[in-house]
């Protein structure tokens, strides 16, 4: 620990809590974890003001190890606890880390809700693309054909493109990373914490304890160099990302924010209200 990185670490995470982590060795998860510090503080965000939800996984865990204001929840759920939290605490900057099983199979619904609804939240969506946590079976993102330890001869269903539901759905922001882009993830982070939106931030992450060892890919190094080789900028001109995955910010528009128009459906409720009572109304 330098000191140019101590007083980040002090700042946001819990030095006394649970360290080590309990992700494996080379997990991409723990670069997310710096990069999200690494954003808040580069935004001035104090760490009493940010809370984060997280739901069943491996990026399930994430909440243990920040000083912030922090739910564990059920798998699947992070996005409806979250959006019970952000309505009644509307002011707290809100994260929500999910991987690729809890946010769009079990927890699809909520994801495809909470980006049409549009409430001002962050959803970092940690795509390792298989179940990590409970052994490796294949997931609604793990390429198609590739093994699994519950799919031995490849994997015979479509891959689910996060990002094209997130939009499709009506999410305002939605961009795409890797966790070997370490300082793009960090700006997108920090470009999607400043927003008033509900925005998405798919992270590709490795996972060679299951995927990449089904696949070929055994160490974090080999998966890493995998991220590189088979993404490019989005900005990239299309004839030269031609079968490489898009990486950026992916969609960009202004919505009206859910909290903001419920705010003002709550005013003119109570108006009506007063209205009534000054009238000498008897309420129902």
């Given at each position: 620990?330098?000191?140019r990185?101590?007083?980040?670490?002090?700042?946001?995470?819990?030095?006394?809590?649970?360290?080590?982590t309990v992700?494996?060795?080379?997990?991409?998860?723990?670069?997310?974890?710096?990069?999200i510090?690494?954003?808040?503080?580069?935004?001035?965000?104090?760490?009493?003001e940010?809370?984060?939800?997280?739901?069943?996984?491996?990026?399930?865990?994430?909440?243990?190890?920040?000083?912030?204001?922090?739910?564990?929840?059920?798998?699947?759920?992070a996005?409806?606890?979250?959006?019970?939290l952000?309505?009644a605490?509307?002011?707290?900057?809100l994260?929500?880390?999910?991987?690729?099983?809890?946010?769009v199979?079990?927890?699809?619904?909520?994801?495809?809700?909470?980006?049409?609804?549009?409430?001002?939240?962050?959803?970092?969506?940690?795509?390792?693309?298989t179940?990590?946590?409970?052994?490796?079976?294949f997931?609604?993102?793990?390429?198609?054909?590739d093994?699994s330890?519950?799919?031995?001869?490849?994997?015979i269903?479509?891959?689910?493109?996060?990002?094209?539901?997130?939009?499709a759905?009506g999410?305002p922001?939605?961009?795409?990373?890797?966790?070997?882009?370490v300082?793009?993830?960090?700006?997108?982070?920090?470009?999607?914490?400043?927003?008033?939106?509900?925005?998405?931030v798919?992270?590709?992450?490795?996972?060679?304890?299951?995927?990449?060892?089904?696949?070929?890919?055994?160490?974090?190094?080999?998966m890493?160099?995998?991220?590189?080789?088979?993404?490019?900028p989005?900005?990239?001109?299309?004839e030269?990302?031609?079968?490489?995955?898009?990486?950026?910010v992916?969609?960009?528009?202004?919505?009206?924010?859910y909290?903001?128009?419920?705010?003002?459906?709550?005013?003119?409720?109570?108006?009506?209200?007063?209205r009534?009572?000054?009238?000498?109304?008897?309420?129902?």
């Amino acid at each position: 620990m330098n000191e140019r990185t101590a007083p980040i670490f002090l700042k946001y995470l819990r030095p006394n809590k649970a360290f080590p982590t309990v992700w494996c060795e080379g997990c991409g998860i723990g670069i997310i974890l710096g990069a999200i510090v690494r954003a808040l503080d580069s935004l001035g965000i104090d760490p009493s003001e940010v809370a984060m939800v997280s739901g069943i996984g491996c990026s399930g865990r994430m909440p243990v190890y920040v000083d912030f204001a922090s739910m564990h929840v059920t798998h699947g759920r992070a996005l409806a606890v979250a959006t019970g939290l952000k309505l009644a605490r509307p002011n707290m900057k809100l994260i929500v880390v999910m991987g690729d099983g809890d946010a769009v199979a079990i927890g699809g619904n909520h994801f495809i809700h909470a980006s049409r609804r549009n409430l001002d939240m962050c959803a970092i969506v940690v795509n390792n693309m298989t179940y990590g946590m409970t052994g490796g079976q294949f997931s609604p993102t793990t390429p198609t054909g590739d093994p699994s330890y519950t799919s031995a001869y490849g994997t015979i269903e479509p891959v689910l493109d996060i990002p094209a539901l997130a939009v499709a759905a009506g999410a305002p922001f939605v961009a795409r990373t890797t966790v070997y882009h370490v300082m793009e993830m960090q700006r997108i982070i920090a470009r999607a914490l400043g927003r008033k939106t509900f925005s998405v931030v798919e992270v590709l992450s490795n996972c060679h304890t299951y995927y990449g060892k089904m696949t070929g890919m055994k160490t974090a190094v080999e998966m890493l160099r995998w991220m590189k080789e088979s993404t490019a900028p989005v900005t990239l001109a299309p004839e030269r990302r031609i079968d490489k995955m898009p990486r950026g910010v992916l969609h960009d528009v202004e919505r009206t924010e859910y909290g903001e128009a419920y705010q003002e459906l709550l005013v003119r409720a109570r108006a009506d209200r007063a209205r009534v009572v000054a009238a000498g109304v008897p309420l129902p």
